[in-house]
C-alpha cells in the first residue's frame, strides 16, 4: 500500500490562479515601470550627461512655403531654416506634394522632381543656418484659390540632428560640480537638519496632541479635527499663509511681536540665517504633527486599560504611568512613524520651495535638483542631485525593511 | 524637588504661569479680533498668578474665590499693575472685557487644576495631577491658537482692502459697512483670474484620477491580497519602495519627456501621471483592507459558479465599499492638493489647475489679498469634504499616510 503524500509539483489550478494574479497586476506593473522605472533609469543616464535647458528644444528643419507675386511673375517662395542656432543638421533636405494649376519653372539646382513631388536637398547645414528658394510657377486659375491650395499642404522637412539626450557623449562635471565645497556642504547641512529636526519634532509634537485628547470629553472630535486643517489643506495654501502671516512689512505676527514689546523691529523670518531654515524646520513640524498625532492616538486608544488601573492599584502616579506604561506600548508605532516620516522629510520639496525658494540658507538636496535643473538651467547637475538623493534613499529603505518589516502594522 | 511638593509653592507656581499664559492669550485673541493695542503686563501677572494660586489652595470656597479674584482685577486694571495692558486709543468696554476675561479664564480653571492640592505637603499623585491637569490647559491652548491662527488669517486677509492692510496689519475686523464688497477680491478672482475654469480644472483632473487608480489598484490589489503566485511578497515590498521614490526625482525626466513629446501643457500628460503617483497607495491600503475580509464568502461563490472577475465585482467590492471611500476620498486629496507637478508642467494659463493658478498669484503685482482668497478657494472644498466624512478621511489618512 502506496502513502499519500502531498504532490511536489505545481497543479494546474495553482498555475492557473498565478497567471490570473499576473494578468490582474499587469496594468499597474505597467503602468508604473513607464512612469516610474523608467524615468529613474533616465535620470542615471541624463545624470552624466552635458545637457542644459535649451537642448531639451528639438533640432528640426523649420520650412515655410508661400505663393506670391515677385517682380511680376508668381513663384514659389519656400523659406528653410535650422531651428537651432548651434547644432548641425545632416542631410536637410524637404519634399512637397505638386498641385494642379501650378507649372513649375526652372528648378535651382538643390531640387528636383521626382514621382510627381518636389524635392529639394542641401545636405549638411551649420546652426543658424537660413535659406529662400524660389521657383517660378505659372498659374493656370484663379491665383487666389490656387495660393490657398499651395499654402493648405505643408512641406516634409528630413534631417538628422546631433541629440545630446542620445549620443555617447559623456561627462563627470555633474557630479564634480554638486560636491563642489562649500555649497555641498551647505545643502547637506540643511537636509540634515531640516529631516532631523523636523522627524523628531513632528513626532515629539503629535505625542503630546495625542495625549492631551487621550480622554473623552464634549467637543473632543471637533478638536481632532481641528488638528487634522495642517495635514489636510492644501500645501499651496498654507504655504503662503504663512509667508503672509511672517511677512516683514505687512505680517501680522511682526506688528504683534512689536505691540508686545518682545521685539523693537520687524524680524524677516524667511529670509535671514540661520532663522530661515529653523522656521522651513518648524512649518515642517507645524504641518505633519497631524500624521504622528492621528497614529498615536489611533495606537493609545488600543491600549488595554487593564494594565492603568493594576497601575493605580499599585501606587502609580501619572507620569510614571505614562513613563513605564504608554511610552514602551508607543516605542513600535513611534520606531515605524520615524522611519517613514524620516524619508518622506527628506523627499520633500514643495514646502520649502513656496516658503523661501531655497534661499537664506535652506537649500536642501530636492530643492537643490530643481535649483541646477531650472534656475541655473543646468539639466544634468540636476539629474545628478536626483541620482545623489536616491542613492541615499536606496540606504534608508534598507534600514526601513531591516528594522521595520517585523514591527506592527505597517 | 520636595520644596515643589508643598501646596503652597506649587499653587503659587501654576497660578503664575496660568496667569502668563491667559494674559497672552486674552492680548492675542483680542488684538486680532479688534486690531486694537492689547499687551501682557507682566508686573500684574505676577501679583495676580501668585495670589490666584495662593488663594485657589488656601480658600476653598471656589464662588468665593472666582468672585473675588475677578473683582481685584477690575479694581487693579486702571493702575500700572493690570494684568492686561492698553493702547490710549482702546476704548473703556474693551478693555473691560479684557481684564474680566482675563479673570474669568484665569481662576476658573486654576480653580480646577488645582482642585486635589491643598496647603502642606502634598503627595505625589496630586502634585503630578496638578501639573498635568495646568499642562493640559496650556496644551489645548497653545495648539488650538497655533493651528487656527494661520487659517483665521488667511480668511480674514482675503476680506480686507489693500490700504488697511498696510495701515494695520494687525486689524482683522470685519468692516460690514463695505457689504459685499467685502468679496472682491473672489469677485476679482473669477472675474477677471479665471478661477471658475481652475476650480473645473482641479475637479475633473481629481475625479479622473481618483477613478483611473481605483481601476489598475483594485484588481491588483485583490491579486496581492488574495491569490498565490511566485514573488508575491517581492511584489508587496516593491509597492513600499516605489512610494518612497520622491516626485522631484521624477519630475525632472517626466518634464524632459514631455517636452520633447508635446505632452507639457496638457490636461491628458497630468492624467497620465497623477495616478501613477497614487496606484501604489491605493493598492497598499486596499490590499490591507482585501486581506480582512473573510475568504469563506468569496469561496462561496467560487463554488455557486462565479468566476474570480464576479467574484471580485459582485463580493469583494460591494463587501469593501467603505475602504473604498476612504481611499477615493485620500486619493482625491492628494491630486487636489498636488503642486509640484501642475507647478513644472503647466505654463499655460488656460490650462491651470487650482494649485497652479494660486502659486501664478504670488507675485509682488498682485495684492495679498488675492493671494489669499486663492487659498481660501483651494482649501474649501477639500475640507468641506473633510469635515463632512470625516470618519472615512481619517481612516484613509491612517492607512495611507505612509506616504506624506
Same mark, same amino acid.
Not at chain 2, 479673570?103 to 487644576?113: D, H, N, V
Not at chain 2, 503630578?128 to 491652548?141: N, W
Given at each position: ?17 498565478a497567471r ?183 513626532l ?14 464634549r ?16 500645501i ?24 508686545m ?70 516605542l ?5 512613524l ?18 523661501t ?54 | ?23 497672552v492669550?486674552?492680548s492675542v ?9 492689547f499687551r501682557?503686563g ?16 488656601y ?27 492698553f ?41 503630578e ?8 490647559? !496650556? *496644551? ?6 497655533v493651528?487656527?491662527?494661520? =487659517? %483665521? @488669517?488667511? /480668511?480674514? #486677509?482675503? $476680506? ?27 469677485i476679482?478672482? !473669477? *472675474?477677471?483670474?479665471?478661477f ?6 482641479? =475637479? %475633473? @483632473?481629481? /475625479?479622473? #484620477?481618483? $477613478? ?19 514573488g ?21 525626466p ?6 520633447? #513629446?508635446? $505632452? ?36 462561496a ?47 499655460d ?37 473633510f469635515?463632512?466624512l ?15
Amino acid at each position: 500500500m502506496t502513502v499519500p503524500t502531498p504532490p511536489t509539483t505545481r497543479g494546474a489550478l495553482e498555475r492557473r490562479e498565478a497567471r490570473l494574479a499576473w494578468s490582474l497586476l499587469l496594468p499597474t506593473i505597467t503602468i508604473v515601470s513607464l512612469v516610474i522605472i523608467l524615468p529613474l533609469l533616465a535620470i542615471f543616464w541624463i545624470s552624466f550627461k552635458p545637457v542644459g535647458l535649451a537642448d531639451l528644444r528639438p533640432v528640426a528643419p523649420v520650412i515655410r512655403e508661400s505663393l506670391r507675386e515677385r517682380s511680376g511673375e508668381m513663384v514659389i517662395e519656400y523659406r528653410v531654416r535650422n531651428s537651432s542656432q548651434q547644432k548641425e543638421i545632416a542631410g536637410l533636405s524637404f519634399t512637397d506634394t505638386l498641385h494642379d494649376g501650378v507649372t513649375l519653372g526652372a528648378l535651382p539646382e538643390q531640387c528636383s522632381v521626382e514621382s510627381g513631388a518636389l524635392r529639394c536637398e542641401f545636405g549638411d547645414v551649420p546652426g543658424g543656418f537660413n535659406e529662400r528658394i524660389r521657383i517660378p510657377v505659372t498659374l493656370d486659375g484663379d491665383p487666389d484659390t490656387l495660393e490657398e491650395i499651395v499654402e493648405g499642404t505643408e512641406p516634409e522637412g528630413f534631417g538628422s540632428a546631433d541629440n545630446i539626450l542620445t549620443n555617447t557623449e559623456f561627462t563627470l562635471d555633474n557630479f564634480a560640480r554638486i560636491f563642489d565645497g562649500d555649497e555641498f556642504w551647505s545643502v547637506l547641512w540643511a537636509t540634515v537638519f531640516y529631516t532631523v529636526f523636523g522627524t523628531i519634532g513632528a513626532l515629539v509634537i503629535g505625542l503630546f496632541a495625542a495625549l492631551l485628547l487621550n480622554k473623552s470629553f464634549r467637543g473632543k472630535g471637533v478638536l481632532r479635527g481641528l488638528y487634522l486643517f495642517p495635514y489636510v489643506s492644501p500645501i499651496i495654501a498654507v504655504a503662503f499663509t504663512w509667508v503672509t502671516l511672517l511677512d516683514p512689512f505687512s505680517g501680522s505676527l511682526n506688528a504683534l511681536l512689536i505691540q508686545m514689546g518682545v521685539v523693537d523691529s520687524p524680524i524677516n523670518f524667511f529670509g535671514q540665517r540661520p532663522l530661515a531654515l529653523i522656521m522651513v524646520t518648524v512649518f515642517e513640524i507645524w504641518r505633519y504633527f497631524p500624521l504622528s498625532f492621528l497614529f498615536i492616538l489611533a495606537r493609545m486608544q488600543s491600549i488595554d486599560t487593564d494594565m492603568y488601573e493594576a497601575a493605580d492599584m499599585d501606587g502609580a502616579s501619572p507620569f510614571q504611568k505614562f513613563w513605564y506604561l504608554s511610552l514602551p506600548m508607543l516605542l513600535g508605532i513611534l520606531s515605524v512613524l520615524f522611519l517613514l516620516r524620516f524619508i518622506w522629510t527628506f523627499n520633500k520639496f514643495d514646502d520649502i520651495f513656496l516658503l523661501t525658494g531655497g534661499n537664506a540658507g535652506t537649500r536642501t538636496l530636492t530643492v537643490n535638483v530643481y535649483e541646477q535643473a531650472f534656475a541655473i538651467s543646468n539639466i544634468g547637475a540636476g539629474a545628478a542631485v536626483a541620482v545623489v538623493i536616491f542613492a541615499t534613499l536606496l540606504l534608508f529603505s534598507f534600514f526601513f525593511f531591516k528594522y521595520i518589516s517585523q514591527e506592527e502594522g505597517l | 524637588m520636595s520644596i515643589l511638593r508643598h501646596g503652597a509653592v506649587t499653587g503659587a507656581l501654576i497660578g503664575l504661569f496660568w496667569a502668563f499664559v491667559i494674559s497672552v492669550t486674552v492680548s492675542v485673541t483680542l488684538s486680532f479680533a479688534s486690531g486694537l493695542g492689547f499687551r501682557p503686563g507682566s508686573l500684574g501677572c505676577l501679583i495676580l498668578g501668585l495670589c490666584g494660586g495662593l488663594a485657589a489652595i488656601y480658600v476653598r470656597d471656589a464662588r468665593l474665590v472666582m468672585g473675588g479674584f475677578i473683582l481685584l482685577c477690575v479694581v487693579i486694571m486702571f493702575t500700572p499693575l493690570s494684568p492686561i495692558l492698553f493702547q490710549e486709543n482702546v476704548p473703556v468696554l474693551w478693555q473691560l472685557m479684557a481684564v474680566i476675561s482675563f479673570g474669568l479664564f484665569m481662576i476658573w480653571p486654576l480653580t480646577l487644576m488645582l482642585v486635589e492640592a491643598q496647603p502642606g505637603p502634598l503627595s505625589r499623585h496630586a502634585f503630578e495631577d496638578a501639573v498635568i491637569r495646568f499642562l493640559t490647559g !496650556f *496644551g489645548y491652548i497653545i495648539f488650538t491658537a497655533v493651528v487656527l491662527i494661520p =487659517f %483665521y @488669517v488667511m /480668511v480674514m #486677509t482675503s $476680506l480686507k482692502s489693500q490700504q488697511a492692510l498696510l495701515k494695520n496689519p494687525l486689524d482683522f475686523s470685519i468692516e460690514l459697512s463695505r457689504g459685499w464688497d467685502l468679496f472682491r477680491s473672489y469677485i476679482e478672482l !473669477f *472675474g477677471q483670474f479665471n478661477f471658475g475654469s481652475y476650480l473645473w480644472t482641479s =475637479f %475633473y @483632473v481629481s /475625479v479622473l #484620477t481618483v $477613478l483611473i487608480t481605483l481601476l489598475f489598484s483594485v484588481p491588483g490589489a485583490y491579486a496581492v491580497a488574495r491569490l498565490r503566485f511566485k514573488g508575491r511578497a517581492a511584489f508587496s515590498r516593491s509597492i513600499l519602495l516605489i512610494y518612497m521614490v520622491p516626485m522631484i526625482v521624477l519630475a525632472l525626466p517626466i518634464y524632459i519627456a514631455f517636452s520633447m #513629446t508635446g $505632452l507639457r501643457n496638457t490636461i491628458p500628460g497630468l492624467l497620465m501621471i497623477y495616478p501613477v503617483t497614487t496606484i501604489p497607495v491605493a493598492l497598499y491600503m486596499l490590499q490591507g483592507y482585501f486581506r480582512g475580509l473573510p475568504g469563506e464568502v468569496e469561496e462561496a461563490g467560487l463554488m455557486d459558479g462565479l468566476s474570480r472577475l464576479q467574484v471580485i465585482w459582485k463580493i469583494t467590492l460591494p463587501l469593501s465599499l467603505p475602504a473604498m471611500v476612504s481611499v477615493s476620498l485620500y486619493v482625491f486629496m492628494i491630486a487636489w492638493n498636488e503642486f509640484l507637478l501642475a507647478f513644472m508642467l503647466l505654463d499655460d494659463p488656460s490650462k491651470f489647475t487650482l494649485t497652479r493658478g494660486v502659486a501664478m498669484l504670488n507675485s509682488s503685482e498682485i495684492p495679498r489679498q488675492h493671494l489669499m482668497a486663492g487659498a481660501v478657494i483651494a482649501t474649501i472644498p477639500i475640507m468641506a469634504l473633510f469635515l463632512g466624512l470625516e470618519r472615512f478621511m481619517t481612516k484613509g489618512l491612517t492607512a495611507g499616510s505612509v506616504k506624506g
